[in-house]
Structure formats: C-alpha cells, structure tokens
C-alpha cells in the first residue's frame, strides 16, 4: 500500500513513527491512543506503543504492550524483539535472550534480530560466541546498516578488543557521520586505550552537537578523572622516591650537606616529574586539538569535585617547589604537607567514586 | 457645533483607525445625531478589534433599538439585501468571535436560521412584532463586514486546522520581565511602529524572531501580546497542526498556514516547538520532516512582499536543535532569551494565580523571595498544590478553610525548579557550542546565576 493510499488507522501509526522519531513518546502515545481504543488487537500500533514507552523509560508498560502484540501474532519477529529488550531493560536477562532467540528463529533473515541477540547478550555482559557470531551475521545481511556496525563494535568494546571495537565504529561514521553512539563509543575507545586526549576532544564534539548527551558529560569527567589520575601518580611517585631517599640517611638535620643533599634531590625531584606532567599535558593537548580549551575550561563547571582534586595536585606540586628554595626545617614541614595535600587529593578520588554509585 | 465635532473626529479616526476610545465616540455622537446606521457601522468595527468591548456592544444595542428615520433606511439597500440573499447576510453579520466559531467548521454550509437566533439577546422571546427593522440593519452590518470577505475565498484553507484568533492582551499585560521587554522593543516592535524611521535607516522587515529559554516561562504568553501590541491577528501552528501522514501535506500544511496568515495580514504567525518542526536535517531520518523544514523555508524567504504584514514567531525550548538554514538573516535572524520570570513577575504570576482563589494572609513579597528560579508554570503549579492542600484539610475536617501563607510556602518546599535540567542543557551549549557567541545573552545570564 503507497502512503497516497494510506487508510484511516495507518495515520495514527505514521504519526506515532514522526513522533518517536522525533524523540516525543508522549505525544507518539496520545498519537495511538484513539487507535489502540477503537483497534486494540493491532499488533503493529501496540507494537508502537511499546516502543514509545520503551523510549520514555517505561520498560515495564513496554514489556506489556509487547507481550500482547506477541500473543496475537507470535509470528510478528518486531513483538518479540520488543519483548527481549523490554526484559533486557528490566535486568531479566533470560527471559530477553529467549525472546530475542525466538525474534531470530522467526526472522533469520533480517540483520535487526541478529543484533538484537547480541545486544541483549551485551546487557547481560555475556559476551559468547554465539553472540559475535549474531553481530557479525548482522554485518553480513546488512553491510550499509550503521547499526549493524554498531553492534559488532559493541561486542567488541564488551571484550576489551580495542582494535575490533575502533574499527567498527569508524565503519559506523563513514556511512553516519552524525551517529550519536558510535562517536561516543569510540572515544570511549580512544580511552580505554589511553588516548585521553583524543576521547576527551570526541566527547567534546558530542556536546557541541547535543548539549542534552548525559552520557557524553558522564564521559567528559571520566576523561578528567583519568588525566588527573595519570597526574596524581606522577607526584605520588614523586613524593615516594624523596620520602624512600632520606627516610633512611644519617645524618643530622642541621648539617649543610645534608641540608644540600635534601633541597637539591628534592628540586631534582620536582623538576623532572614537573617535566613529567607537563609532556602529559603537551600530549594530551596535542591528541585534543581545539577541543583541549574548551575541555579544560569545562572541567570545574562539570564537576567541583575534579575542580577540588585538580586544586590539591596544584597545591601539592608548588608545596614540593617551595620546598626546594627554603631551610631544611620549613622545607620538610612543607614537604609534609605536601603529602597530606596527596592524601586529601585520593580522599577526593574516594568521595568522587561514592558519589558516583549513588547516581547510578 | 456636533456637526463639527463629527467631522474632526472623522478625520481623527482616519488618522488613528485603531483607537478603539475615538470610534466609540464618533459613533456615540452619530446616534445622538440621529445616524444610527453609521453609529452601527463604528460599534461592529469596534467588535471587529475588540470583541469584548462592553460599551460597543451597547452602542450596538443603543442603535438598533433607536428607530431609524424612515429616510435613513435606503429601501434600495434592502432590495439589495433581497439580491444577495445567496450569501446568507447572518454569516456575514458576525463580528470576530462569531466568525472564529464559523472558521472552526469550514465544510458547513452557513445556516441562517442559528446566527439569525444568536443576533437576539439571550433569554429574550422573539417578538412577533419586531419594532425594529433588522433586515436594514443586516444590511448596515453586511456592508461593513465586507472587507473581511472580499476575496472570496475561506480564511480557512479547507482541510486545515488552524485557528486564527485576535490577540486581546499586550507586553503590559505581561508582570515584570522588563528586559525582555526592552529587548523585544528594540529588536522587533520599534521597527515595525515606526515605519519613517525604518525606511530613515533602511531597516529590512524581513525575517522572523526567535525565542528560547526554559521551558513554562511564558513564551507563547509574549508572542500572543507582541500580537496585541502591533494590533495583528494571531496565528498559532503546532507540530500537530502540520504534522500530517499523507506524502506532501504536511509541507502543503506550512503553505496553507502561511497562506492564511497572509490573507489575514496584519497577522503573527508563530510557531511553536520549532525545534520540533524544524529540526536539523542532519538529525533526521524523516523525510517528511526534511520537506516541511525546506517548505518553512520558503515560506520564510518569500517572494517580493509576500510576507508583507506577516510577522513570524517562533519559540522553542532547544534552539541548538533548530536547522542552521532556519537562523540565517532573512529568516529567525533575531533571537530573544525568555527567562525564567523576575521578582515582578513572579508577583505578578503568584498574584494571578491567587486572586480568584480565597486566600488570607498571603505575603506576595515574601513569596516572590522564595521562589527565585521558578517558572511561571512552577508558580502555577505551587498555587495548585498549596490549593489542594487546603481543599483536602477542609474535606477531612469538614469545615471550610482558606488558603494559608503556610500552604504555599510548604508547596513552595515541594516544588523544584523545573529549569533546572535546561539549565543544565543551556550550561553545556555554552560550554562546547558557541564558537560564534550565538549564545551571548545566555552566558551572561549563566555567570551571573553562577551556572557557569
């Protein structure tokens, strides 16, 4: 039937599919609701209404939908599909892998139920054969699909195999640019690989296309996190080797040798891991791009915690300079306190991590 | 001496043909002269602009219950009337509200027995003997409510649904937001007043406005009073109203709007959600949601002075989704940034909200204070709530009770500020999408609420 030809009921559907497309669930609702009233056994408007309570976060209205869509037409592989992921996003992960089996038993030659298997194995994290196996079948039916790509690239980043996972994304963006979840995933990837500074400038480019992206800002301050981990060790590392060097040495504090000894290794100290960090910064810059301002300047508007973290490392790293231009005595009270600065830096870490499982 | 007076405020009204106070007195001082039939030509016009004008309406009355001097009824005009009995002369008679209904069912064929019912005052019997002569006076109204049918065709574009409407509130109805108001002054209003100075400076009407901000705070509200301010009819187009699933008719729908408001010129058009209907077409797989943003696009661009009188709206809650094309000069060049209300407003809004509600002991002052960062439908909601509240008290105790200051301070306590996740939002464009300073005004507005 051409759309010139569409009957009555079918444009409540179409309007239902604008409406989700264009991210309105509740309006792709009310959109069906006069349809579902006067057809309640449609199976493609109940199938619809699934997927715009799935879309508003409703897994279990979803689930319900779905599953009526299923009893009326088991044959109907989008039912089942609906099924598997509404389960999946209630965590009964089972009951998703078998819908999802049934999806792709009815349907084997459409690439979405093959992804659909490896998505839910995804949401399961657990990563078998047999679901490389779906994502990559998905690839074979459907090679100019970005999904497809996406799905392999999932199972891949769910392996930690980096280069399978960078790969796919990429094949995603050569067909969609724009796409949304490919260009975060494979900055995620960028970053599981160390490469921080080209992650933080992809995230950044998530951002400046969809500000709403909480998921790219969650990301943006792992990206900090991260740099600023590398930084904390540097100058634990640092503070370790100066407390190891003279925990165990002689000599009396008031003699100028050691006086010398002490001010000139702890400046030999800070000097190379300043040097240290500032390369690690210089990359970091160099991987960003134009994106490293902007990332910079983010980072205390994100999250005050970074901010407080970031301020003890400066703190930490001028106490172990000053220390280096004063008397023994002052320089090692500072010294001290500089590892006290380093304590407060990982009781940061900590509270940013207990905070973290809170929102989750 | 009233003879006199008439012609000066003849040459008056042509002069100023909006000023509701000048037609009222000209048509008060043409039925004290004995002209009742013009008198009913100024109390319609009236209605035209304002439907609700009391003292119109009783000109109105006033003149159809003064028996017309026999001279003064042209029986041609009558014959006339005989004549063009195929256009039922009732359709015709109603001033804007009645022609509104009629627009809201286009396919009907006008009826005359209903309107010719609706002219009698409610409650009234029909005279079997009317002393008053209503054909002539169908007439009279017929021939001054020809210039809205003049070009025959339906202001309603069969098939659609827009409703079109004559906005009654004005920039003063609106409490507070003064620098939105100066902002709109200096961005649209001034130009459009001044037409002199416009043409002085070679200032271009071409192009629409834009306004975004938080959702609730009062976007739709200002567009419907820039409508009053500039004496425009209004013209309000939801996704709904293009949105349509057959292949073309949601671009035809756009043209159908467009063209509606250009037959009802002076007229704003506004559209709202326009995030919504003109996305990025780089975010959408909806083909049909490409076509109507590349139709709203020339629409907006026009041909020669095809938009003339047409003043383009818009509103949305996301401006960085909007198609680039569409903030391009010509098009929704001007922006203005609709903020959460301020002190006065939130008054005002708090005010409103409560008058029609029995209160005692409300300290709008302190209110005002604390409900810093709520928008105008937060407050609405607050006064909900702290509504509820007192209803449910009185319901359990069975004695009635006001609504205390407590009540909508506990409601306030409930309430959080529904700007907040746009706020968040807003943070972000600045943060990593403004290279150009498009969001300028915003920024500031982020540092000084220290969001930035």
């Not at chain 2, 209003?189 to 400076?201: D, H, I, V």
């Not at chain 2, 007192?390 to 909508?408: F, N, P, Q, W, Y």
Request: hydrophobic share 45%; charged share 20%; net charge negative.
């Amino acid at each position: 039937m051409t759309e010139h030809a569409a009957k009555p009921e079918d444009a409540a559907l179409t309007h239902a599919r604008t409406y989700l497309s264009l991210g309105k669930p509740a309006d792709a609702l009310r959109a069906l609701a006069p349809h579902l009233a006067s057809h309640p056994d449609d199976d493609r408007g109940l199938c619809l209404a699934s997927q715009a309570h799935l879309v508003a976060g409703e897994a279990s209205r979803a689930l319900d939908a779905a599953q009526h869509a299923a009893a009326l037409t088991p044959e109907n592989e989008w039912a089942w599909r609906l099924v598997a992921l509404s389960y999946s996003k209630l965590g009964h992960h089972a009951e998703a892998r078998a819908a999802a089996a049934t999806a792709q038993s009815i349907a084997p030659q459409l690439w979405v139920t093959h992804a659909q298997v490896a998505q839910v194995d995804i949401a399961a994290k657990r990563i078998t054969a047999e679901s490389q196996n779906a994502a990559r079948e998905a690839t074979r039916l459907a090679p100019l699909e970005p999904d497809a790509h996406l799905t392999v690239g999932n199972v891949a980043l769910a392996q930690h195999d980096w280069p399978t996972a960078e790969a796919a994304f990429r094949s995603v963006l050569r067909l969609e640019p724009e796409h949304a979840a490919a260009r975060n995933n494979l900055s995620l990837v960028m970053l599981r690989q160390g490469k921080a500074g080209s992650a933080a400038a992809g995230f950044v480019d998530i951002l400046a296309n969809d500000p709403d992206s909480e998921v790219a800002v969650r990301n943006l301050r792992a990206v900090a996190a991260v740099a600023l981990r590398h930084v904390h060790f540097i100058l634990w590392v640092a503070f370790a080797i100066v407390t190891v060097a003279f925990s165990s040495a002689g000599q009396p504090d008031e003699s100028p040798v050691y006086g010398l000894a002490w001010s000139e290794f702890l400046g030999g100290v800070a000097l190379v891991s300043g040097i240290v960090v500032l390369v690690y910064v210089l990359r970091l810059r160099r991987a960003a791009g134009a994106r490293f301002g902007q990332f910079i300047r983010s980072v205390p508007r994100l999250d005050n915690l970074l901010t407080a973290w970031a301020a003890l490392l400066v703190a930490d790293y001028l106490l172990m300079v000053a220390a280096c231009f004063t008397s023994v005595h002052r320089a090692q009270l500072l010294y001290l306190l500089a590892g006290a600065v380093l304590v407060a830096g990982s009781v940061v870490v900590i509270l940013r991590r207990n905070r973290a499982r809170v929102r989750l | 001496m009233d003879e006199q007076l008439i012609s000066s405020l003849r040459r008056a009204v042509a002069t100023s043909p909006d000023d509701i106070h000048l037609r009222l007195l000209l048509g008060q001082l043409l039925l004290k002269n004995g002209d009742a039939s013009e008198a009913i030509t100024f109390a319609a016009s009236i209605l035209q602009l304002s439907p609700d004008n009391v003292d119109a309406r009783q000109l109105m009355n006033d003149a159809f219950t003064t028996p017309a001097p026999a001279a003064t009824v042209p029986t041609a005009t009558v014959e006339q009337l005989e004549v063009e009995r195929p256009v039922p002369p009732a359709a015709n008679v109603a001033p804007d509200l009645d022609v509104a209904q009629a627009r809201s069912e286009p396919s009907a064929e006008p009826d005359p027995e209903p309107n010719a019912e609706s002219s009698t005052q409610p409650g009234t019997e029909p005279s079997a003997e009317p002393t008053f002569d209503w054909s002539a006076a169908e007439n009279d109204v017929h021939e001054l409510a020809q210039p809205m049918f003049v070009d025959s065709e339906p202001s309603k574009a069969p098939g659609s649904s827009f409703d079109i409407e004559r906005s009654v509130v004005t920039l003063a109805d609106v409490g507070g937001m003064k620098s939105i108001k100066d902002r709109l002054n200096a961005a649209f209003l001034a130009p459009l007043r001044n037409p002199e100075l416009r043409k002085l400076y070679a200032k271009s009407l071409k192009g629409g406005l834009l306004m975004y901000g938080p959702p609730g705070c009062g976007k739709t509200f200002i567009a419907r009073a820039i409508a009053g301010e500039l004496g425009a009819h209004f013209l309000s187009v939801g996704l709904a109203d293009i949105l349509d699933p057959m292949l073309g008719n949601s671009e035809q729908n756009v043209h159908e709007a467009f063209q509606l408001a250009r037959r009802e010129a002076p007229c704003v058009i506004f559209f709202d959600e326009i995030d919504a209907l003109g996305q990025r077409r780089s975010q959408t797989r909806n083909s049909a949601l490409r076509g109507t943003v590349n139709q709203l696009l020339t629409e907006l661009d026009g041909v020669a002075d095809q938009n003339e009188g047409v003043f383009v709206l818009a509103a949305t809650n996301q401006p960085w989704d909007v198609d680039p094309a569409l903030r391009r000069p010509g098009r929704f060049d001007r922006t203005v940034l609709v903020l959460p209300p301020d002190e006065e407003a939130r008054e005002s809004i708090f005010r409103y909200h409560l008058q029609h509600r029995p209160v005692e002991g409300i300290e709008l002052g302190a209110l005002t204070r604390a409900s810093g960062g709520l928008s105008g439908a937060d407050i609405a909601y607050v006064c909900e709530v702290a509504a509820e509240r007192a209803l449910i008290d009185s319901a359990t105790t069975g004695e009635l009770r006001m609504i205390t200051m407590k009540d909508v301070t506990d409601a306030l306590g409930e309430v959080t500020p529904s700007t907040s996740s746009w706020l968040d939002s807003a943070r972000n464009v600045v943060l990593f999408g403004d290279d150009d300073g498009t969001y300028a005004e915003l920024k500031a507005y982020l540092k000084k609420a220290k969001r930035l």
